[in-house]
């Protein structure tokens, strides 16, 4: 499988991005996906994460109100709706995969498939 992350972009503070990744493959609804996100010198962050029907979602404290996460099995693909940006969203965001069968995985290291990235940029 291979994750392809888009939607990134340069936005002021206040504004709206939405964010996608395409998956490869057939067992898309088979695993919960997760984001997380790198600001340069950090390290890599979970963001939110989905179970695999999209029925359970959960979120990092900062971004919660703030950012939604869904998922269209038919497409195979994962949203993050990012609203009310704030300069400190700022970082390369990352989709994921994690065969963890409970959902709510946070840590990167139960993730095992990774999207290349896509850049957000939020400024003040």
């Known amino acids: 499988v291979q994750l392809q992350a888009s939607g990134g972009g340069l936005v002021q503070a206040g504004g709206s991005l939405r964010l996608s990744c395409v998956a490869t493959?057939?067992?898309?609804?088979?695993?919960?996906m997760g984001w997380f996100r790198q600001a340069p010198g950090k390290e890599r962050e979970f963001v939110a994460t989905?179970?695999?029907?999209?029925?359970?979602?959960f979120y990092q404290d900062s971004v919660k109100g703030r950012f939604t996460v869904s998922r269209d099995n038919a497409k195979t693909t994962v949203y993050l709706q990012m609203n009310s940006l704030k300069p400190e969203d700022t970082a390369t965001y990352f989709c994921?995969?994690?065969?963890?069968?409970?959902?709510?995985?946070?840590?990167?290291?139960?993730?095992?498939?990774w999207g290349q990235g896509t850049q957000v940029t939020v400024s003040s």
């Open positions: 989905i179970d695999k029907s999209g029925d359970r979602t």
């Open positions: 493959g057939r067992t898309f609804s088979s695993y919960s």
């Open positions: 994921a995969r994690t065969r963890r069968t409970l959902p709510g995985a946070r840590e990167p290291g139960l993730y095992d498939v």
